[in-house]
T-cell receptor
Framework: DQQVKQNSPSLSVQEGRISILNCDYT??????FLWYKKYPAEGPTFLIS?????DKNEDGRFTVFLNKSAKHLSLHIVPSQPGDSAVYFC?????????FGPGTSLSVIP | DTAVSQTPKYLVTQMGNDKSIKCEQN?????MYWYKQDSKKFLKIMFS???????INETVPNRFSPKSPDKAHLNLHINSLELGDSAVYFC??????????????FGPGTRLTVT
C-alpha cells in the first residue's frame, strides 16, 4: 500500500514552459514534505520542502504547493530548462521515517 | 570533498556470498540511512541510525546488518546473498532527524547484482 503516490510516471514539457509534478498521499499524519531530483547513476538531491502548516514554499524557479484537505502537493518549475530533465521524487515524513513516492520522470524538450 | 560517499559503486557477486557496502559522510550529520531502490524504482528505507544508535529498522531480512562504528560511517553487511537482493542501495545522511531536520544528502548509490 503506497502512502505516497505519484500517478504520472512521466511528463514532457517544452523548454520555457511550466512543469507541474503532482503527488498525493494517504496519511493525514504526515507533517513534512520534500521534493528530490535524481539524475541517472546519481543519488537523489534535495530540491525544496514544505511543512504541513504552510501551503506554499518558493525557492527560485521551484514552488511547492500543499493542499492538506485534498492530501495533495505539487511542484511547479518555471521556466523549465533542459537541465531539469530528471526523475522527481516526492517524500513525506511521519515521525522519524521518510516515505518516498515512486517518482515522475520529467523531460524538458529544447 | 564528496559529502556522502559509498564504496563500491558496482558489486557483482554470486548467490550465497557475504558482502559489505561502506558509507561515509563528512557533513557532520547525526543521522544516517540505508535505502534500497528496487527494479520498480521505489526508494524504500531499510535502516536509520542517529548518533550510532539504530532508530529505524524496517521489515528487512536479518541477513542485512548495518554497523555504525561512529556517526560518520554506516556500513551495510549482507549475508547469504539472494537474487532478490539485486538493487541499487543508497546511503544518505541528515543533520538530525530527531530534531526535525529532514533534508537528506544521498550518496551516489551502489548497484548490487547477484547472479
Amino acid at each position: 500500500d503506497q502512502q505516497v503516490k505519484q500517478n504520472s510516471p512521466s511528463l514532457s514539457v517544452q523548454e520555457g514552459r511550466i512543469s507541474i509534478l503532482n503527488c498525493d498521499y494517504t496519511n493525514s499524519m504526515f507533517d513534512y514534505f520534500l521534493w528530490y531530483k535524481k539524475y541517472p547513476a546519481e543519488g537523489p538531491t534535495f530540491l525544496i520542502s514544505i511543512s504541513s502548516i504552510k501551503d506554499k514554499n518558493e525557492d527560485g524557479r521551484f514552488t511547492v504547493f500543499l493542499n492538506k484537505s485534498a492530501k495533495h502537493l505539487s511542484l511547479h518549475i518555471v521556466p523549465s530548462q533542459p537541465g531539469d530533465s530528471a526523475v522527481y521524487f516526492c517524500a513525506a515524513i511521519l515521525y522519524d521515517k521518510v516515505i518516498f513516492g515512486p517518482g515522475t520522470s520529467l523531460s524538458v524538450i529544447p | 570533498d564528496t559529502a556522502v560517499s559509498q564504496t563500491p559503486k558496482y558489486l557483482v557477486t554470486q548467490m550465497g556470498n557475504d558482502k559489505s557496502i561502506k558509507c561515509e559522510q563528512n557533513l557532520g550529520h547525526d543521522t544516517m540511512y540505508w535505502y534500497k531502490q528496487d527494479s520498480k524504482k521505489f526508494l524504500k528505507i531499510m535502516f536509520s541510525y542517529n548518533n550510532k544508535e539504530l532508530i529505524i529498522n524496517e521489515t528487512v531480512p536479518n541477513r542485512f546488518s548495518p554497523k555504525s562504528p561512529d556517526k560518520a560511517h554506516l556500513n551495510l553487511h549482507i549475508n547469504s546473498l539472494e537474487l532478490g537482493d539485486s538493487a541499487v542501495y543508497f546511503c544518505a545522511s541528515s543533520q538530525d532527524i530527531l530534531a526535525g531536520t529532514y533534508e537528506q544528502y544521498f550518496g551516489p548509490g551502489t548497484r548490487l547484482t547477484v547472479t
